[in-house]
């Protein structure tokens, strides 16, 4: 359960969520990303108030607006790479071309051109998160939400991963990251720590009362 919480994250911010299991990380990312919604108060995503949305219009708000990025990839086996990428297209009605070429372009922009008839089993672990932020990237969202993104990867690749991560932070792009890596987490522009509920501490805010 989350106690009283007042967070804004501005367009172009990276903000990385850390803390302890149990500490409302899940409960806060599930409510960001349009899967549940507060009891109390008000979440404005992309200038909409979602709060009070119906199932069908927070699937809607959820599938323009965020793009998802997860710890064990969820991709769809029975389909081929280019096929992942282009789920999020077939709830905007776009034309097999269209999606097809869309899902074409964000492949070959993280670096898996070459990879578009192979199937997720046929893929490194790296290679399939990086299929996977592709997917997130299908509907031009404005807000990338990657849950422990680097935690089934090794060393490398997890690395090449907060690299592309980076990239599409440094090209304006909003994302806010859940990791239990305290290395990455001191990369981070900003660092939200929460505990028992509630944020202990947000690095922003002590930046933005330095000023």
Known sequence: MLQGIELTIHPGEFVGIVGASG???????NIVGCLDRPSA??????????STLDDDALSLARNRSIGFVFQSFQLIPQLSVLENVEVPLYYGRRSRATR????????A??????????????LSGGECQRVAVARALANEPALIL??????????????????LLFELHRAGRTIVMVTHNPEIAARLPRVVEMRDGAIQRDSGALAEAGR
């Open 109 to 122: 922009s993280v670096g898996l051109s070459h990879r578009l008839r192979h199937h997720p089993a046929q």
């Open 23 to 29: 500490s409302g990380k899940t409960t806060l990312m």
């Open 146 to 163: 990657a849950d422990e993104p680097t935690g089934n990867l090794d060393t490398q690749s997890g690395e090449d991963v907060m690299q």
């Open 100 to 107: 097809r070429a869309r899902a074409s372009e964000l492949l």
């Open 41 to 50: 108060g008000r979440y404005v995503l992309d200038g909409e108030d979602v």
